[in-house]
Structure formats: structure tokens, C-alpha cells
């Protein structure tokens, strides 16, 4: 056996986030990012159209959305619109999460002019043939099908509904599954393209200014564009339970069980947000991790652990996410639940914290490097409300974070007692040892 002392932390590469440039144009919002030198440019369409506007029981739609909105435009054909595509050397990249949906391309900067009018024509004027609803739904119906059948989507979805409550859109999984997608019509994806993707919404640039004219991208994507902006709402307001419950997901004769291990947290925007990422990143977020340590390294349960804030602009959650095998489920779940009481109890040392504000200041040199990067960290401020100085400042944040409020910060924001123990294995096997755990009373998953 080799054993060698863990190599020395390391010193965060110092970065330089871009200067933000904000204007008003043709009755739209522009959030830029200067890029000097740079060839390529990226122009995303933000639009406040994400999962949380879909309806209880389309849950999906948005994707289904986002697939159609590629076979053509009501100018061209799928394969005309593709070959105007790749005459310009791009694609047309489109993503939904809770928040937003946005729509971007990549292309070098004297491009971009000719990529966002492709980008435009796609968004506000597609075909949205029946037809090709139809197909793309299937189409995204079959592949959650197959999703759905591994390990960890129903345990995903059973701690998503115990936290938010099923009747509510937080409450199902943001990319749906195989009954609501499949519930899904031709009317749902046209209503829902009118009402969310008509709308103004933001464009972000990043790219070398000097040589882009945000004025003339602004008027192609805004022209004809209506609506002023949906209201969000508040941070929904969901407490944590006062006392824990293992929640059983029958796998019958699963060889290892998913474990997921969740309560509610705060949202995105919160000031808590470095300290909380921080604490996060000590007990399961990196391969160092108090979790990782104990259940991987000393107990030999797992291949891995991993513990962290979930965030959105509405809600949040803390979750710890593994896969044990299957006679060891009940002694894994006392272990992750003492590591979390543990940290909240007491929260984190000064050695832990040097490495954890290292990683993840090290990691914004090395994240914020290419233009979608830089846009997406844009899109983050505008979803959130962030400041333009957030990204700029953020490194000294991580680095700056005393023990204190770390710790502080765990004490505050870890519930061990309030959590939520989904796990999803062979019932048959499990169940005795679960409700001998002493962690919670066990019920069976709904449905």
C-alpha cells in the first residue's frame, strides 16, 4: 500500500470578468460583455419562458417547445434552414431550465450579424408543423421512457414532490417525465410559443465590441417582438418539516440503492450564497468532502457522494445524491445524516475551508474563459438580479469567507433533523433496516 501525504493547495489564478454593457434598444433589454481580440462572438435570446410558466401535468413542455422550434421556419424547410445553418459555420444551440429559455449562436464576429437574423427567424416565426409537434413529442417521449427506467429519476421525483408538494410546478421534475410529455398537444406547444417566446425578452453579447454592433442585433431580434415582462412572484415560501422521513421507492431486486437526501433552501439571489456554496463544498461538493471521505474513502460504500444547494429564482434545495449497495443502505444513510449534523453542529475548520475556497475560486479562472461562458454568467445576472460587478467580485468573495461565516452558514442553512431520506432499492430487503435506523418514520413513494 502506498500512502503519501495530499498534495499542498494550490493558488488561485487570478481572472478579470469583462466589463457589462447595458442599453435599451427597439424596447428591449442588452446585456453585453467586451471582449478585445476575440474572433468568435455569442448572441443568446434570454427568454422568461422555462419550466416554471409550464402548466401542473405538461411538465416537459418546454423541451418539446425548444425540439420543435428546430424543424424550420415559416421562410424555410428543416433542411433549408439547417443549410443556412451551416453556410455560416454554426448551429442553433437551445436550453430550458427552471428560469429561462435561451436560444444562442456561435459564430466568428463578422457572422454575427447574418446568424442572429437565422437565430430571430427560428425563435419568433417557426413552422410548428402538427406534424413535426407530433414527431419531436414522441420523440422526447421514448427517450424519457428510457431515462426513466434506470436508477434515480423516481427517486429524484419523489424527493421533488415530498419538498414542494406534487400539485405544484417546483414540485415535478423540470424536464417532466414520459405521462406529461406524452400529454402534450400540437395546441399546448403553439399557445405556449405565443404567449412565452413572442415576448421582448434580453439579448446578451459577448464578443469583441469594438466590432459588433449591439444596435443592429437588438433591432433584428426585437423588431415585431410584444409583452412586457411576466411577473416571476416571490420566493415561494416552504418551510422545512420539523422532523425526518425515509421515503421507500420499490426496485425490486436491485443490487444498490439511490439515495437522495434533500430539504428545502433558499434561492438563488440569496446573500448567503458564497458562505452557503462554501459549506456545501466541505461536506459533499468536491472529492474531498467530509461525505466522500467517510462513505467512500473510510466505509467503502460507494464509488461516490456528493452533497450541494440547488438553486433557481424562486427556490432552492439542499441534496446529497449516491448509490450504495444494497445491505449497506441503512448504515449509508446514518453515516450521510451524521456527517450533515455534524457540519451544522459544528461547522467547518479552517484547513477544510482553504481548500474548498481554492477549488472553487480556482475554478473561475479556468470556467470563464470562452464567450458562451461569459454569457451564460450574464444570463445569470439578469435571471437573478444580480449586480454587473457579481462575476468581477466573486473570486474575493470565495476567498475572503472567514470559518465563521461558513460556519455560520451551516448552522443556518443545513436542516438534519427536517430531511427527506428518499431512497429507491429492493424494498423487500431494506425496509426492516431502514425503520431500525432509528432516522425516520418509512412510508412507500406515492404511485
Given amino acids: ?19 457589462v ?13 467586451h471582449l478585445p481580440g476575440y474572433n468568435l462572438a455569442v448572441a443568446v435570446l434570454l427568454l422568461d419562458a422555462g419550466a416554471g410558466r409550464e402548466p401542473v401535468g405538461r411538465e416537459g413542455l418546454a423541451a418539446v417547445v425548444a425540439k420543435a ?12 434552414y439547417a443549410l ?22 456561435q459564430v466568428p464576429v463578422e457572422r454575427l450579424p447574418e446568424a442572429v437574423e437565422l437565430l430571430t427567424e427560428a425563435v419568433r416565426t417557426p413552422r410548428l408543423d402538427p406534424a413535426d409537434i407530433t414527431r419531436v413529442r414522441d420523440d422526447e417521449v421514448t427517450a424519457l421512457r428510457m431515462y426513466w427506467a434506470n436508477p434515480g429519476p423516481r427517486a429524484d421525483a419523489a424527493l421533488r414532490a415530498d419538498l414542494f408538494g406534487a400539485d405544484q410546478r417546483p414540485g415535478r421534475p ?3 417525465d414520459p405521462d406529461s410529455v406524452a400529454a402534450v398537444t400540437v395546441e399546448d406547444v403553439t399557445a405556449f410559443h405565443a404567449e412565452w417566446l413572442t415576448r421582448t425578452g434580453t439579448l446578451l453579447v459577448a464578443g469583441d465590441l469594438d466590432r459588433i454592433d449591439l444596435d443592429r442585433l437588438a433591432t433584428t431580434v426585437f423588431a415585431g417582438a410584444a409583452g412586457a415582462p411576466a411577473s416571476s412572484g416571490g420566493p415561494l415560501q416552504v418551510r422545512v418539516p420539523g422532523q425526518r422521513r425515509i421515503i421507500l421507492v420499490d426496485r425490486p431486486g436491485s443490487v444498490q440503492s439511490t439515495l437522495r437526501l434533500g430539504h428545502v433552501a433558499p434561492h438563488r439571489a440569496h446573500p448567503d450564497h458564497v458562505p452557503m456554496t462554501l459549506a456545501a463544498t466541505v461536506l459533499g461538493g468536491a472529492f474531498t468532502s467530509r461525505l466522500n471521505h467517510l462513505i467512500r474513502e473510510v466505509r ?44 451544522r453542529d459544528s461547522g467547518v475548520t479552517e484547513a477544510e475551508l482553504t481548500v474548498a475556497r481554492a477549488w472553487r475560486a480556482g475554478q473561475l479562472s479556468v470556467e470563464l474563459q470562452t464567450p458562451p461562458a461569459i454569457a451564460n454568467a450574464l444570463a445569470t445576472l439578469v435571471v437573478h438580479g444580480l449586480p454587473d460587478d457579481y462575476h468581477a467580485t466573486l473570486r474575493e468573495a470565495l476567498l475572503s ?14 436542516h438534519p433533523e427536517g430531511l427527506t ?8 430487503t431494506i425496509r426492516d433496516d431502514l425503520a431500525a435506523s432509528g432516522l425516520g418514520e418509512v412510508v412507500d413513494a406515492a404511485g
Fill in 174 to 176: 423540470m424536464d417532466g
Fill in 1 to 19: 500500500m502506498l500512502i503519501t501525504d495530499r498534495p499542498a493547495t494550490g493558488t488561485p489564478r487570478p481572472y478579470t470578468f469583462p466589463p
Fill in 21 to 33: 454593457v447595458r442599453r435599451t434598444v427597439a424596447g428591449g433589454d442588452v446585456v453585453a460583455a
Fill in 69 to 80: 422550434i428546430e424543424e424550420g421556419t415559416t421562410r424555410r424547410d428543416s433542411t433549408a
Fill in 300 to 343: 467503502g460504500y460507494t464509488y461516490g457522494i456528493r452533497g450541494e444547494f440547488g438553486y433557481s429564482r424562486r427556490f432552492g434545495r439542499f441534496v446529497v445524491s449516491s448509490g450504495v449497495q444494497t445491505a449497506v443502505t441503512a448504515p449509508a444513510l446514518v453515516d450521510a445524516v451524521g456527517e450533515i449534523t455534524r457540519t
Fill in 84 to 105: 443556412a445553418l451551416e453556410g455560416l459555420g454554426t448551429e442553433l444551440v437551445i436550453s430550458a431550465d427552471w428560469d429561462s429559455f435561451q436560444v444562442s449562436v
Fill in 421 to 428: 431520506l428518499v431512497v429507491e432499492g429492493d424494498a423487500a
Fill in 401 to 414: 469567507a472567514t470559518e465563521s461565516e461558513v460556519s455560520a452558514a451551516a448552522a443556518t442553512h443545513l
